[in-house]
């Protein structure tokens, strides 16, 4: 009776611990999940570090970028600041050809015109336009042949200067003359000779140019290399009209207050470049050079 009773109480309490045991097998699972919570912020603590550590990146992304977009706009500005002299050219031509009359400086224009004589003047970029007075000499065969250009002066006794342009085919030995009407010529040498013609310069005095002023017209003796002495070529040039242009130009002279050149009084004498006719063309492109 006494085993039966071991027995049975053995029994009784394995019956009584069987849900201790089970209790103590389930223990364990809250201490998994235990150690599970600690895992789940550690997951997150990243992910909550990572996100502000990404945006940083970002917002420092964007200004690299929006580097080169400045870089860019710079170049932009730049190359929109090279075409400004590209603009300004092509408005200063549109200045030039709003007036299409106008004369451009440093060309001739016609003021006004006496008859056979022309006044003339050339465009400055300040101050009064210098004027002369002008006629184009042609043959019998109304060809031009010279053209002569006069100019008022003050230098004691020459009171008139004028310019004579001749072909580059003209005897420079034998030089020019130049008579009123039947006045006797007086003869003037060539100074130099330049791709538009051999040049002569005149000094005129006062009787002279009086002469002038009541004269019909003056003839214009030149002399062709190789030709005849006997025979020279006589160009007319009219005198009508002469005194009122040449009145015109001294007032506009002495409007301008401006001194009057000076001429060199010319001798009757030839150039003394001029050695012999076979060198007379081939020295004189040297004289204009």
Partial sequence: MILKNSHALLAALALAAAPAFAQDAETPAPEDATTEQPAAPAETAPEAGTEPA??????????????PGDAATGEEAAEGETPAP????????????????????????????????????????????PCELYQLMQDQEDNAVAEMTLIPLRNGNVAAGATLIAPLETDLIQGLGFG?????????PFSFCAPVGCVSRMGFTPDELNGMKRGNKA??????FGADPEQPVRLDLSLSGFTAAFNEVQQLAEEAGDAAPTVIEESNTPAPEATSPENTEMETPEAAE
């Fill in 54 to 67: 990404t945006e940083p990146a970002a917002d420092e992304a964007a200004p690299a970028e929006d580097a």
């Fill in 86 to 129: 590209a603009e300004t050219a092509p408005g200063a031509e549109q200045e030039a050809e709003a007036e299409p009359g106008e004369p451009r400086v440093g060309s001739y224009y016609v003021r006004s015109t006496h008859n056979d004589w022309t006044v003339r003047c050339i465009r400055t970029e300040e101050g009064p336009d």
């Fill in 180 to 188: 009123v009407d039947n006045a006797e010529p007086r003869g003037y």
């Fill in 219 to 224: 003839v214009v003796t030149l002399l062709p």
